[in-house]
């Protein structure tokens, strides 16, 4: 008998080992994937309801929105476009690229982790209906031995077509038509070359590339599938130039019985950045929202009155309002909750939500952080500034010439005063002594997020923000000191009233307590003795602000009660001037009483904060000084302990 080496027994036994270990690998790999046959059987899932805060019905919709089509009825311009994009070498492989996958690989282990995708048209579909998102070797080669087996049982143009149909192509679209429908308001088999190269450029970050999220990143990923369609020959340079002058968006989709369409939208957006609920919106769900209605409601016919008024004074002045627009919010102080939002004055003309998209200048609207930086500092509302001729060196050799609204100055005057009638020089000089730097750290802790920079200009609201982060900045005035951040979703719901997500209030200090006392009575004189007088008519506590960019490019009013904070912007979307005399508090003021009263009309009556270590007295809103009630021109005004000695 031949005797068998033990170098052989252990290569045996190492061979065996390394099979089973191969083989039980493969079979953990693959013996839960789904079957292939289940392709042709996806349902689409079932309608979510989006609820007001009082359980009204606000919109209905599928979060994966589908209209399937046949490949016949897709735009040869989408299918050239999208494989040039997505998968070159689509109807040669047999359902993954091999080449791709070595170039990938190699690129992540230079990046230490996934960073580069090689997946075919095949393999995304395998995934999108199969799989996770999850970046990981496991689940690639999971999506490859999918990709495999529906190229054995579909053909290519099937394939192709189940891909038309389920890809995600942003803003709750599933599928090319969705897509079509979504951005252009016409069928996929009418895409122009322009729109059929943007539709193509979504797959890789639909959010971020969606032209109605980044209007300016859509164009320029346009403009890379253009790009290469031209380098490999399947459009000409007349079509390349044709396809890149073409407008980002065209056309109106249709918002369907959606009762408020520009909150809706702002919903939206808000489920797309909780990406960890979206498997959950298979089942359909209910999204219990902020929105109160009927406040909405109000709201949108005030602004439909007011825009048509001043729409009849541009055009008696010889103006074109062709490009007048109004945006509105409306905030639980308490909580940041979104009660109204109005975002244009049309939404099947324009789905710009100027209320969260458009960055503006707020003119005085931002003198408010001037004066709370003043007060950090140990300025009282007592405290005197000059209302004087006022002129500064610039870095560019030259002068700016700081002026007044009325063109007139009106010498001495205390900070209450100055803020109530929204007087430009005593602002500057007041920024200049603090330093505009510590009015940047108030901004930014009280919720403004955009860019601003410390400049003396800032004083007077040069730097440009939305009039959501204005309105949520205004509210540590209202509400103790304390910030909240803006939602619009309370909690989202599945079909059988299990609670899938709620929203955590977040919220921290901005300032102190009694300095925020002292802005909330500092902004009420703007109502009692300024700007805002109109307001008067409204007999219960409110402050606010106007404000008025120039060449009355803007006009705000930014204003609080103690429950609700509330803004208005009116303008031009091209920037273009209102007319003389339009200001804040002619354009955007009627707007915001009308809809706080609604506001106020059935609720208690609630007063502003006085906390302790502060006191009401009279002063001269001239000189500062303390007066008493019998003072015919004395002003009631709240002091911190310390103002007082």
């Known amino acids: 008998m031949t005797k068998v080496k033990p170098g052989v027994i252990v290569l045996l036994v190492a061979g065996g080992l390394l ?7 493969f079979f953990g790999l693959v013996h839960d994937l789904p079957e292939i046959n289940r392709l042709k059987q996806f349902k689409p899932p079932s309608v979510t309801t989006l609820y007001s805060r009082n359980n009204q019905v606000i919109s209905r919709f599928f979060l994966e929105q589908r209209f399937p089509v046949s490949l016949e009825e897709v735009s040869p311009f989408l299918i050239t476009a999208l494989i040039t994009t997505e998968d070159r070498g689509f109807y040669t492989h047999s359902g993954i690229n091999l080449k791709a996958i070595l170039r990938a690989l190699i690129h992540d282990l230079k990046a230490g982790g996934f960073k580069q995708g090689a997946s075919t048209l095949t393999q995304q579909l395998a995934k999108t209906l199969f799989l996770s998102s999850e970046k990981s070797l496991v689940r690639k080669i999971r999506e490859a031995i ?20 389920q890809i995600y192509l942003g803003s709750g679209s599933y599928g090319v038509e969705a897509a079509a429908r979504t951005y252009f308001n016409r069928s996929a088999d009418s895409l122009t070359l322009g729109q059929a190269a943007m539709l193509a450029g979504l797959p890789k970050a639909p959010s971020a590339y969606s032209p109605l999220n980044n209007p300016k990143l859509a164009r320029k990923r346009r403009a890379v599938v253009l790009k290469q369609m031209l380098l490999l020959d399947k459009i000409s340079r007349s079509e390349y130039e044709a396809g890149d002058k073409e407008p980002v968006l065209s056309g109106d989709s249709d918002p369907g019985a959606d009762r408020a369409p520009y909150f809706t939208q702002f919903v939206r957006s808000e489920l797309e ?6 498997g959950l919106y ?7 929202t902020t929105l109160d209605l009927n406040l909405q409601k109000i709201a949108e016919g005030s602004v439909d009155k007011h825009m048509a ?22 905030l639980d102080v308490k909580t940041g909750a979104v009660l109204a939002m109005i975002g244009g004055r049309d939404f099947k003309r324009s789905r710009f939500n100027r209320a969260v998209q458009a960055r503006r200048q707020p003119g005085s609207a931002f003198k408010p952080f001037v004066f709370a930086a003043a ?15 006022l002129s500064l060196d610039l870095d560019n050799n030259t002068a700016w010439k700081v002026k007044n609204f009325s063109g007139t100055f009106s010498g001495e005057m205390t900070l209450r005063k100055a803020l109530a009638l929204s007087k430009n020089t005593p602002a500057v000089r007041l920024i200049r002594e603090i330093s505009p730097r510590s009015v940047v750290d108030l901004a930014l802790r009280a919720g403004i997020v955009s860019p601003l920079k410390p400049y003396p200009s800032l004083a007077l609201g040069s730097f440009e923000v939305t009039l959501l982060e204005l309105t949520r900045a205004y509210i540590p005035f209202a509400n103790k000191g304390i910030r909240v951040q803006s939602f619009a979703i309370d909690r989202i719901e599945d079909l059988d009233g299990r609670i899938l997500f709620q929203t955590q209030e977040q919220k ?17 004189a703007v109502i009692t003795e300024g700007t805002g007088k109109k307001a008067l008519e409204i007999k219960k506590d409110i402050a606010g ?18 429950g609700t904070a509330l803004g208005v912007w009116v303008g031009n979307d091209d920037s273009s001037t209102l007319g003389r005399y339009e200001t804040g508090a002619k354009a955007a003021l009627p707007i915001w009483i009308d809809t706080m009263k609604a506001v106020l009309e059935n609720q208690p009556l609630q007063y502003f904060d006085i906390p302790d270590r502060t006191k009401m007295v009279y002063i001269n809103p001239g000189n500062g000084k303390i007066t008493g009630p019998e003072k015919s021109d004395s002003v009631r005004a709240l002091l911190r302990t310390e103002d007082l000695q």
């Open 545 to 562: 602000k106007t404000g008025t960019t120039d060449d009355f490019r803007d006009a705000l009013f930014i204003g609080f009660s103690p």
């Open 273 to 278: 950045n909780q990406i960890d609920l979206k």
């Open 282 to 288: 298979s089942r359909g769900a209910g999204i219990r």
């Open 19 to 25: 099979a089973g270990l191969l083989l039980g690998t």
């Open 309 to 330: 008024a001043l729409e009849a004074r541009m055009t008696r002045k010889g103006l074109d309002p062709s490009f007048l627009e109004c945006a509105l919010v409306a």
């Open 508 to 524: 921290q200090p901005a300032m102190s307590r009694k300095d925020a006392a002292v802005m909330a009575d500092m902004l009420k």
């Open 375 to 389: 007060l950090e500092q140990g300025f009282s509302q007592a405290h005197t500034l000059a209302d004087a001729p």
């Open 146 to 165: 999918l990709a495999l087996q529906i190229e054995r049982r579909y053909t290519k143009d099937e394939i192709l077509e189940l891909y038309l149909n």
